[in-house]
């Protein structure tokens, strides 16, 4: 069984960085995809940035270009998100989500397996 375990989150300044790590077990994810979703309180799940596991190939959303990049570490089976210059509006419990294909949806309904989520919270 697939199982993603986040870790990384906390407090931070508005400006400051963070970054962000799921841990991947249970399978083998070569082809897999792997996203960062964000849900604040009383919103809809909102999609932040994914990759293609194999390829490496990213795809983030418009409100962190620039500003957030997700990485990769095969060896590791380990997906990254550094977050840079966050902002107040990034405050959010974060998660991790897999799914059994390399396409990198945005639809978090189409993500097989999550982690349990990391709050993030900026100051301002």
């Known amino acids: 069984q697939v199982q993603l375990v986040e870790s990384g989150g906390g407090l931070v300044q508005a400006g400051g960085s963070l970054r962000l790590s799921c841990a991947a077990s249970?399978?083998?994810?070569?082809?897999?995809?792997m996203a960062w979703f964000r849900q604040a309180p009383g919103k809809e799940r909102e999609f932040v940035a994914a990759?293609?596991?194999?390829?490496?190939?990213?795809r983030n959303a418009d409100s962190v270009k620039g500003r957030f990049t997700i990485s990769r570490d095969s060896a590791k089976n380990t997906a990254h998100l550094q977050m840079n210059n966050l902002k107040p509006e990034d405050t959010a419990v974060y998660y991790c989500?897999?799914?059994?294909?390399?396409?990198?949806?945005?639809?978090?309904?189409?993500?097989?397996?999550w982690g349990q989520g990391t709050q993030v919270t900026v100051s301002s």
């Open positions: 990759i293609s596991w194999r390829s490496g190939n990213t």
């Open positions: 989500a897999a799914r059994q294909t390399p396409i990198r949806t945005t639809n978090y309904r189409e993500y097989n397996y």
């Open positions: 249970g399978r083998t994810f070569s082809n897999y995809a």
